[in-house]
């Protein structure tokens, strides 16, 4: 097969790209050589920004990848409005200018912290999600202030081509996690990465595939339930502070379980009408209360904690016997609620196979979803679909992902 035959034997490439630029002549240095290219994320919790630094080998379907730089930083005094606009707050279109180009000018100060001496091939922005009810979503980003600091080709919003397919326009990181967790895919069983953001979305990876292009084969994600976003409302209400510092709170407290068994069927509710995580507001208002009737504030959190850690479970286990999936026998867990020790002891309490934090396994788990959304910029890049029909919905066939700005330096390539 020919570099310009597409990402595998027949398939046919999905790219906004002509097989006239650099990147896709015959014996371009792509195939041996890395590549490398950051991703930015910004979750729906609004906690702050994440950028990774891949360093990527291969090509489409064979992609593999691995972390080789992550920056954090939090997103300061953004912060309020960026939650103020998600929780749909009246702004004046100057406020959501500024707000964005601001966003933007973060994004490339923290790129210029973690690129180093490298040579990107592209910048991939996930931008900050303010709303998501599919068909519709934005995630507000001005990306020119990376494209200037960058020197490479800069995309953003990666969740559109999905969603004018009819997808939910989430997950959208599936393919990245059959990339980024290649190595650690476990024979003749199922790996279930758990990603606890302010909305959990699972990764089911079944066995090791026979053929190294068919690592895509039977990938299926999902969105859960609500996580941080619950936590987190509740420990602002109840203590005060954006959120419990490592469930240190929570570990002190003891659950309700009938109130606790309240709240997870509300929350199961939520994944069985198939809600894709948005800006969070669900069962904001009804996890205060119950947190709130409590004996006291640690009972109140260790109470939701307990509710999300069994209805993640629930989520888990009803999919995959829904989809035919075999259980997972191993659950990795990532994100930013990796921190957060009640909530890992109550995951662990909730199943028999192992758990696992993402670290464990040399994939930090607070850059695990800014590297997938670098490796979805590559993949977009050499025109391989970012997202399967099973797990966003979307229709066949798909369409070229992303808009992208600064192409011209791809002549430079």
Not at 135 to 160: F, T
Request: hydrophobic share 40%; net charge negative.
């Amino acid at each position: 097969m020919s570099v310009d035959a597409g990402t595998s034997p027949g398939d046919d490439r999905v790219s906004a790209f002509p097989v006239t630029v650099p990147l896709f002549k015959p014996g371009f240095r792509r195939m041996n050589d890395p590549r490398y290219a950051v991703g930015f994320m910004t979750g729906t919790s609004v906690d702050g920004i994440d950028a990774a630094v891949i360093e990527a080998r291969g090509f489409g379907t064979t992609l593999s990848a691995r972390i080789v730089d992550h920056v954090h930083a939090p997103l300061d005094d953004l912060r309020p409005a960026l939650t103020a606009f998600a929780r749909g707050e009246a702004m004046t279109a100057a406020q959501i200018t500024r707000l964005s180009r601001r966003f933007g000018e973060l994004h490339a100060e923290l790129l210029n912290r973690c690129r180093g001496e490298r040579s990107l091939a592209l910048v991939a922005a996930h931008g900050q999600t303010v709303t998501h009810a599919p068909p519709d979503s934005l995630q507000l980003l001005d990306p020119w202030p990376i494209v200037r600091e960058a020197a490479c080709p800069v995309v953003h919003d990666l969740r559109g081509a999905d969603l004018a397919g009819g997808g939910a326009g989430a997950p959208i990181t599936p393919r990245a996690d059959a990339v980024l967790y290649h190595d650690h895919r476990v024979p003749e069983g199922t790996l279930a990465i758990v990603n606890l953001g302010g909305f959990v979305n699972v990764t089911v990876l079944p066995d090791v595939p026979e053929i190294e292009t068919e690592r895509f084969v039977d990938v299926e994600g999902f969105d859960c339930c609500p996580c941080n976003h619950v936590l987190d409302a509740a420990a602002e209400a109840l203590l005060g502070t954006p959120f419990d510092v490592d469930g240190e709170v929570a570990m002190a407290g003891t659950p309700d379980a009938e109130a606790a068994s309240r709240l997870r069927d509300s929350i199961s509710g939520l994944f069985q009408a198939g809600r894709s995580g948005g800006d969070g507001d669900e069962m904001r208002e009804h996890a205060i209360e119950i947190a709130r009737s409590a004996a006291s504030p640690a009972d109140g959190l260790a109470t939701l904690h307990h509710a999300v850690a069994s209805s993640l479970i629930d989520c888990i286990e009803s999919r995959c016997n829904d989809r035919g999936i075999p259980r997972p026998t191993e659950l990795v867990l990532a994100g930013g609620g990796v921190l957060n020790r009640r909530l890992v002891m109550e995951i662990e309490g909730r199943t028999d196979c192992p758990v696992r934090v993402s670290d464990e396994i040399d994939v930090p788990a607070q850059a695990r979803e800014a590297a997938a959304m670098a490796i979805l910029g590559l993949l977009a890049l050499d025109g391989v679909p970012i997202t399967d029909p099973t797990s966003t919905g979307r229709r066949e066939p798909p369409i070229p992902v992303g808009r992208w700005c600064g192409l011209g330096f791809l002549d430079k390539a």
